[in-house]
């Protein structure tokens, strides 16, 4: 272990970082001097969860080749299957209060009517649809966030690689995907609340009350555990023998082919693994958000993903963390209402309608003249032999 | 000549005296009954008016209706309007006008049955009515309620009906009218035979009306009913719809449904126990009837009815289905004629799918057919592609702004719509393309920077709100062939466009000097180049083509649909999709593509009819597949064309 933190010393470096990070949040949180409010600390919470599916991308798009843009498929089916058990188990608290006033103790069937009418009410019906069968456990939920998101992975993976569809055609398959997925959520009786998606997330059963502060600083600590121990088993993948097939299979799929490994393996195993943690990713950050719907999960986000990725540095998993923080938070900034809007005289550029243009832009930008992303910036500073 | 003169006097001012009577005369004959009419009373009245024969009978009844008629104090009825405290009178004879006071007159005022009656009688005169607009509004209204009486009066007037189509609309109309009502089993079953090959919704609802059931439950089959069939409780009909039935008919004792045996429990509380049943322990339903069965025994509830108690009532009833009607000879004939004309329908829907799929095989085409030159020719992929469509459509609805007459402002939209694409297109081609052309997943990203940047501009100058593009008056309207099959203009129009492209397209790449050379540059850039063509500028122009017809396919799409920033985005998977599945490089494969795409769409739709999306997702879980089996599309290029 010594030897490979040695060997990969910016990953040591990082996980400095992110520790110091951690510890400078905290002193400035609520629970310290208070200078961070809750909701900022939720956003750096939900931050540092896109920050690990961003390496999750680097490493299927920019050490093994594959543009995914599906990636955040994976994500939203994690959140939604942490946000069922969530849902569930509050809506049952909620619901057992209001019977429990009752002169006659409620039946199972009562209180399941009851759970069902409150959740599903908005979709007019009162069935626990067979996706919520084990929506009352919330281990089951948990295994459900990591062996959903893979075994789709899997499949569709076995099913793309296997008939060597590669490149654009890939990216366009696993849009496709993605789009079905969403259209999929967006119907009423897909039995996951249609356009509704599930809401009220960010209150944690058991936990009704402990403050919002203390909740989002603990999933903030989650998520940077998260990401450190995401970011080294992704570090450990990439590195090492392994790690040289994967790059390898980047640069010259056939070549691999012909000195006898089987590439579909390695792929297979790159797309899995990093679905398996997008899931884990989205399964953190929507307790956070609160709410998911389908349109978190549309085409348009996994292709946001990879922009974070770009514009960070492929190829790189701190160019990854760095794109994904960098435009996200600046993201927000601007649509946020942070930016100042400039007066032109003539019109004046309100950044909330404007930041879209300046991402596009900046984006055909980085794709031209900087391929290496901010992440390459770092090649100026430490110079190799 | 003079006796002839003398003649024409006497018999115009005669002509009252020596025919048998006028307007005036008959109802005076009837004073009583026209001036306080009853239902039954006023019949005689309107037989008299019938037999008559005079042109203003129908007049005089519309007014009677209306409550426009009055009575002068001796005795005389006029048509006549209110105006303040006079009245516009009209002679009912000679239709003189006058004006009078109205202390002289009393208003008539039939109340609503008679009003139904005169209604009734009125639609015979306007059956044959000389005015055509007023014969079709009387087959109109015989059509929204039809009944028993109006049946005689529309096959009299079937036979001196002057206009075709009115008297194919008579003998409709008279076929339903007889199927429910003529006289006799044999003329009902004749016109329920003529009907087996009318596939309109009306008549399938009159056919339907005879063979309309209703449930019954009897201890045995009724043998002097008409019935339609046994219904056995579980196969059929639910248990719960069989017992309910048994309760409506008196038959069986009703159900306890849980929140009454809650009520009742609660109500019922004595000392923290119901019946001996603590109340901590009644949190399951088996602890719950113990307790209920537990006060019934004491005789404070009424008993339980147990699934038992509920099969052993249903075994010993006969459950079936009763029709209205209580001749079978006409229920059968009723059946025989609706299962031909579903048969009917079904073929007929089927050619409406067929062609619903062939219109949105034609709008997936026009929005992939550019797509297919840029990303099946040259290889490059755009994400923009959308937008260009965008762009199109939003020019279309910039040039209505400024030319109102819509047939003109589509004729300029759509050059218009090919020159801003094309030079869009050839834009993003010279400026960032140009640099990628090796790297075609940094072309994906790039392009998506563009379209991102382009959609959120289009949103800046337009809104967010949907624009119209509205079509040219003439595109309104659909194409009816019957009931069932029918297609709107503007999918036509979408059609026909789709079509000319299909033939450009070839024309420009096989028969024109442009396609030669975007095929030389194609297949080999640098032996192209040797022959003295200009790679770049054969690029440029290939990618200028396919972004320009995105643009004209941009406004063919915003007619039909709504003109919004994200219309684009909508398109961009499904033209992908159509370009892979057809086959890269191939615009016949592009052709393949959107029909099977198109027609899966409505395939999958049909099946589902409820939900659009459910199609959508199971469409795309298709090609997913499909690309599986056929990873090179439909149409698959061979040899060294083929190679990536």
Same mark, same amino acid.
């Given at each position: 272990?010594?030897?490979?933190?040695?060997?990969?010393?910016?990953?040591?470096?990082?996980?400095?970082?992110?520790?110091?990070?951690?510890?400078?949040?905290?002193?400035l949180?609520?629970?310290?001097?208070?200078?961070?409010?809750?909701?900022?600390?939720?956003?750096?919470?939900?931050?540092?969860?896109?920050?690990?599916?961003?390496?999750a991308?680097?490493?299927?798009?920019?050490?093994?080749?594959?543009?995914?843009?599906g990636?955040f498929?994976?994500?939203?089916?994690?959140g939604?299957?942490?946000?069922?058990?969530?849902?569930?188990?509050?809506?049952e608290?909620?619901?057992?209060d209001?019977?429990?006033?009752?002169?006659?103790?409620?039946?199972?069937?009562?209180?399941?009517?009851?759970? =069902?009418?409150?959740i599903?009410?908005?979709?007019?019906s009162?069935?626990?649809?067979?996706?919520?069968?084990?929506?009352?456990?919330?281990?089951?939920?948990?295994?459900?966030?990591?062996?959903?998101?893979?075994?789709?992975?899997?499949?569709?993976?076995?099913?793309?690689?296997?008939?060597?569809v590669?490149?654009?055609?890939?990216?366009?398959?696993?849009?496709?995907?993605?789009?079905?997925?969403?259209?999929?959520?967006?119907?009423?009786?897909?039995?996951?609340?249609?356009?509704?998606?599930?809401s =009220?997330?960010?209150?944690?059963?058991?936990?009704e009350?402990?403050?919002?502060?203390?909740?989002?600083?603990?999933?903030?600590?989650?998520s940077?555990?998260?990401?450190?121990?995401g970011?080294v088993?992704?570090?450990?993948?990439?590195?090492?023998?392994?790690?040289?097939?994967?790059?390898?299979?980047?640069?010259?799929?056939?070549?691999?082919r012909?000195?006898?490994?089987?590439?579909?393996?390695?792929?297979?195993?790159?797309?899995?693994?990093?679905?398996?943690?997008?899931?884990?990713?989205?399964?953190?950050?929507?307790p956070?958000?609160?709410?998911?719907?389908?349109?978190e999960?549309?085409?348009?986000?996994?292709?946001?993903?990879?922009?974070?990725?770009a514009?960070?540095?492929?190829?790189?998993?701190?160019?990854?963390?760095?794109?994904?923080?960098?435009?996200?938070?600046?993201?927000?900034?601007?649509?946020?209402?942070?930016?100042?809007?400039?007066?032109?005289?003539?019109?004046?550029?309100?950044?909330?309608?404007?930041?879209?243009?300046?991402?596009?832009?900046?984006?055909?930008?980085?794709?031209?003249?900087?391929?290496?992303?901010?992440?390459?910036?770092f090649?100026?500073?430490?110079?190799?032999? | 000549? @003079? @006796?002839?003169?003398?003649?024409?006097a006497?018999?115009?001012?005669?002509?009252?005296?020596l025919?048998?009577?006028?307007?005036?005369?008959i109802l005076?004959?009837?004073?009583?009954?026209?001036?306080?009419?009853g239902?039954?009373?006023?019949?005689?009245?309107?037989?008299?008016?019938?037999?008559?024969?005079?042109?203003?009978?129908?007049?005089?009844?519309?007014?009677?209706?209306?409550?426009?008629?009055?009575?002068?104090?001796?005795?005389?009825?006029?048509?006549?309007?209110?105006?303040?405290?006079?009245?516009? *009178?009209?002679?009912?004879?000679?239709?003189?006008?006058?004006?009078?006071?109205?202390?002289?007159?009393?208003?008539?005022?039939?109340n609503?049955?008679?009003?139904?009656?005169?209604?009734?009688?009125l639609?015979?005169?306007?059956?044959?009515?000389?005015?055509?607009?007023?014969?079709t509004?009387a087959?109109?209204?015989?059509?929204?309620?039809?009944?028993?009486?109006?049946?005689?009066?529309?096959? #009299?007037?079937?036979?001196?009906e002057?206009?075709?189509?009115?008297?194919?609309?008579?003998?409709?109309?008279?076929?339903?009218?007889?199927?429910?009502?003529a006289?006799?089993?044999?003329?009902?079953?004749?016109?329920?035979d003529?009907?087996?090959?009318?596939?309109?919704?009306?008549?399938?609802?009159?056919?339907?009306?005879?063979?309309?059931? @209703?449930?019954?439950?009897?201890?045995?089959?009724?043998?002097?009913?008409?019935?339609?069939?046994?219904?056995?409780?579980?196969?059929?009909?639910?248990?719960?719809?069989?017992?309910?039935?048994?309760? #409506?008919?008196?038959?069986?004792?009703p159900?306890?449904?849980?929140?009454v045996?809650?009520?009742?429990?609660?109500?019922?509380?004595?000392?923290?126990?119901?019946?001996?049943?603590?109340?901590?322990?009644?949190?399951?339903?088996?602890?719950?009837?113990r307790?209920?069965?537990?006060?019934?025994?004491?005789?404070?509830?009424?008993?339980?009815?147990?699934?038992?108690?509920?099969?052993?009532?249903?075994?010993?009833?006969?459950?079936?289905?009763?029709?209205?009607?209580?001749?079978?000879?006409?229920?059968?004939?009723?059946?025989?004629?609706?299962?031909?004309?579903?048969? @009917?329908?079904?073929?007929?829907?089927?050619?409406d *799918?067929?062609?619903?799929?062939?219109?949105?095989?034609?709008?997936?085409?026009?929005?992939?057919?550019?797509?297919?030159?840029?990303f099946?020719?040259?290889?490059?992929?755009?994400?923009?592609?959308?937008?260009?469509?965008?762009?199109g459509?939003?020019?279309?609805?910039?040039?209505?702004?400024?030319?109102?007459?819509?047939?003109?402002?589509?004729?300029?939209?759509?050059?218009?719509?090919?020159?801003?694409?094309f030079?869009?297109?050839?834009?993003?081609?010279?400026l960032?393309?140009?640099?990628?052309?090796h790297?075609?997943?940094?072309?994906?990203?790039?392009?998506?920077?563009?379209?991102i940047?382009?959609?959120?501009?289009?949103?800046?100058?337009?809104?967010?709100? #949907?624009?119209?593009?509205?079509?040219?008056?003439?595109?309104?309207?659909?194409?009816?062939?019957?009931?069932?099959?029918?297609i709107?203009?503007?999918?036509?129009?979408?059609?026909?466009?789709?079509?000319?492209?299909l033939?450009?397209?070839?024309?420009?790449?096989?028969?024109?000097?442009?396609?030669?050379?975007?095929?030389?540059?194609?297949?080999?850039?640098?032996?192209?180049?040797?022959?003295?063509?200009?790679?770049?500028?054969i690029?440029?122009?290939?990618?200028?083509?396919?972004?320009?017809?995105?643009?004209?396919?941009?406004?063919?799409?915003?007619?039909?649909?709504?003109?919004?920033?994200?219309?684009? #985005?909508?398109?961009?998977?499904?033209?992908?999709?159509?370009?892979?599945?057809?086959?890269?490089?191939?615009?016949?494969?592009?052709?393949?593509?959107?029909?099977?795409?198109?027609?899966?769409?409505?395939?999958?739709?049909?099946?589902?009819?409820?939900?659009?999306?459910?199609?959508?997702?199971?469409?795309?879980?298709?090609?997913?597949?499909?690309?599986?089996?056929?990873?090179?599309?439909i149409?698959?290029?061979?040899?060294?064309?083929?190679a990536?």
């Open positions: 272990m010594n030897s490979f933190f040695l060997r990969n010393p910016s990953t040591l470096w990082f996980l400095m970082g992110l520790g110091l990070f951690t510890i400078g949040v905290t002193i949180s609520e629970a310290g001097i208070g200078f961070l409010s809750t909701s900022f600390i939720k956003i750096l919470g939900k931050t540092l969860c896109l920050c690990l599916i961003a390496v991308m680097d490493v299927v798009w920019g050490y093994c080749g594959i543009l995914s843009l990636h498929a994976f994500f939203g089916i994690g939604y299957a942490v946000g069922m058990w969530l849902m569930y188990a509050r809506t608290g909620i619901v057992l209001s019977l429990a006033a009752q002169t006659i103790p409620p039946t199972p069937q009562e209180i399941s009517d009851a759970i =069902g009418n409150q599903f009410g908005v979709v007019g009162s069935e626990f649809p067979l996706v919520w069968a084990f929506a009352d456990s919330l281990f089951l939920q948990l295994l459900m966030v990591v062996l959903v998101p893979g075994l789709l992975a899997l499949v569709f993976g076995w099913l793309a690689f296997r008939s060597r590669t490149g654009v055609y890939l990216s366009i398959l696993t849009q496709a995907m993605t789009l079905a997925l969403s259209l999929y959520l967006f119907q009423n009786d897909s039995g996951l609340r249609g356009n509704n998606g599930l =009220g997330l960010q209150n944690i059963p058991g936990f009350t402990t403050p919002q502060a203390t909740i989002s600083l603990a999933f903030f600590y989650a940077a555990l998260a990401l450190a121990l970011y088993l992704f570090a450990w993948v990439v590195s090492g023998k392994m790690g040289s097939v994967i790059k390898a299979i980047r640069d010259n799929e056939s070549r691999v012909f000195l006898g490994y089987h590439v579909e393996s390695y792929k297979l195993l790159v797309f899995t693994l990093t679905a398996i943690i997008a899931g884990i990713a989205g399964a953190l950050y929507y956070q958000a609160g709410i998911i719907n389908p349109a999960i549309a085409p348009i986000a996994s292709i946001y993903l990879a922009v974070w990725v514009i960070g540095g492929r190829g790189r998993l701190y160019g990854a963390v760095i794109g994904a923080a960098f435009v996200s938070l600046l993201s927000s900034w601007f649509t946020g209402g942070g930016a100042p809007a400039i007066n032109l005289g003539f019109y004046t550029v309100n950044w909330t309608d404007w930041w879209l243009v300046l991402l596009g832009l900046s984006f055909v930008a980085v794709t031209l003249f900087f391929p290496k992303g901010i992440g390459g910036l090649d100026y500073l430490v110079r190799k032999p | 000549m @003079r @006796r002839v003169f003398l003649f024409l006497l018999w115009l001012g005669f002509a009252p005296a025919q048998a009577q006028d307007l005036q005369s005076q004959i009837h004073a009583t009954e026209v001036a306080d009419p239902r039954r009373t006023v019949n005689a009245v309107l037989d008299d008016l019938a037999v008559s024969g005079l042109s203003g009978v129908a007049d005089f009844l519309e007014s009677w209706q209306d409550k426009a008629v009055w009575q002068r104090a001796d005795g005389q009825f006029f048509v006549a309007a209110e105006a303040g405290n006079d009245l516009h *009178l009209t002679d009912i004879v000679s239709g003189a006008q006058s004006t009078a006071s109205k202390a002289n007159f009393t208003q008539i005022k039939p609503g049955g008679v009003r139904r009656v005169i209604g009734t009688a639609v015979q005169f306007q059956l044959t009515d000389p005015d055509l607009a007023r014969r509004t087959v109109a209204s015989i059509a929204r309620s039809p009944n028993a009486d109006q049946l005689a009066p529309l096959l #009299a007037s079937i036979a001196p002057p206009d075709a189509d009115l008297r194919a609309r008579k003998v409709q109309l008279a076929n339903f009218l007889s199927a429910s009502f006289a006799t089993p044999n003329d009902r079953i004749a016109a329920i003529n009907m087996a090959q009318d596939t309109s919704v009306e008549a399938r609802a009159v056919l339907n009306q005879i063979l309309t059931v @209703r449930p019954g439950v009897a201890a045995m089959l009724p043998d002097n009913e008409n019935v339609a069939g046994v219904l056995t409780p579980g196969q059929d009909m639910t248990p719960d719809a069989a017992y309910s039935l048994l309760v #409506a008919a008196g038959l069986a004792p159900r306890t449904p849980p929140g045996i809650r009520a009742a429990l609660e109500a019922h509380i004595d000392g923290g126990r119901v019946a001996d049943v603590p109340v901590a322990q009644l949190n399951t339903n088996a602890m719950r009837e307790a209920y069965a537990g006060l019934a025994a004491a005789g404070r509830v009424p008993p339980l009815v147990t699934p038992s108690d509920r099969d052993a009532a249903m075994a010993a009833f006969a459950f079936f289905e009763i029709y209205a009607e209580a001749d079978p000879a006409i229920t059968d004939a009723a059946k025989r004629a609706l299962a031909s004309v579903e048969t @009917r329908v079904a073929a007929g829907q089927t050619v *799918l067929a062609l619903d799929a062939l219109s949105l095989a034609s709008i997936y085409f026009l929005a992939a057919i550019g797509l297919a030159i840029t099946g020719v040259m290889g490059v992929i755009n994400m923009a592609h959308g937008e260009f469509i965008m762009m459509a939003y020019t279309g609805y910039v040039v209505q702004l400024f030319i109102p007459d819509y047939t003109l402002s589509i004729i300029v939209a759509l050059p218009l719509a090919f020159a801003v694409t030079g869009a297109g050839v834009t993003m081609e010279r960032v393309i140009r640099h990628l052309y790297r075609p997943l940094e072309t994906l990203l790039a392009t998506f920077g563009i379209s940047a382009l959609q959120q501009l289009a949103k800046n100058i337009f809104g967010t709100q #949907a624009r119209p593009l509205t079509s040219p008056a003439w595109l309104d309207g659909a194409w009816v062939f019957s009931d069932v099959i029918q709107s203009y503007i999918r036509i129009a979408i059609f026909v466009l789709a079509l000319i492209f033939a450009l397209i070839l024309f420009v790449l096989k028969r024109t000097r442009l396609g030669l050379e975007v095929r030389a540059v194609t297949q080999n850039p640098g032996m192209a180049a040797s022959m003295g063509i200009n790679p770049e500028r690029n440029m122009l290939t990618f200028g083509l396919g972004s320009g017809i995105a643009g004209i396919a941009g406004v063919a799409i915003g007619l039909y649909a709504k003109v919004t920033s994200e219309m684009g #985005a909508d398109y961009i998977v499904q033209s992908f999709m159509t370009v892979v599945v057809g086959g890269v490089g191939n615009v016949w494969g592009t052709l393949a593509g959107a029909s099977l795409i198109g027609f899966l769409q409505k395939g999958i739709e049909w099946l589902n009819p409820s939900n659009t999306l459910a199609a959508q997702t199971y469409m795309i879980l298709f090609i997913i597949l499909f690309i599986q089996f056929r990873p090179k599309g149409v698959a290029l061979k040899g060294r064309a083929a990536d």
